[in-house]
């Protein structure tokens, strides 16, 4: 199984940035998944979930009505679209999937929000 983020980067309040976490290994289809943040010195906070179809999705109420998760299923892919970013959102974004073989982290990718 593999998860491999990208998209990070510098960005300034209330811009916007589109991360991507491109699966393989597993039946993508099949499975939730959720994209997760650590900032420094904080425990990793799930930030969105989105089911195997894409049919549902869940924020954490610091995110709702900013970031937008979404995935394709023919690309194996999960995005985390993020518009109005503020310093706060600063973390490390990690891709997640919980799979009946077990659970499953990608890399992580920098998200920096600074002026």
């Known amino acids: 199984v593999q998860l491999v983020e990208s998209g990070g980067g510098l960005v300034q309040p209330g811009g916007s940035l589109r991360l991507s976490c491109a699966a393989s290994g597993f039946t993508f289809s099949r499975y939730a998944m959720r994209w997760y943040r650590q900032a420094p010195g904080k425990e990793r906070e799930l930030v969105a979930a989105v089911t195997s179809g894409g049919g549902s999705r869940n924020y954490a109420d610091s995110v709702k009505g900013r970031f937008t998760i979404s995935r394709d299923n023919a690309k194996n892919t999960v995005y985390l679209q993020m518009r109005s970013l503020k310093p706060e959102d600063t973390a490390v974004y990690y891709c997640?999937?919980?799979?009946?073989?077990?659970?499953?982290w990608g890399q992580g990718t920098q998200v920096t929000v600074s002026s």
């Open positions: 997640n999937a919980a799979t009946s073989r077990g659970d499953y």
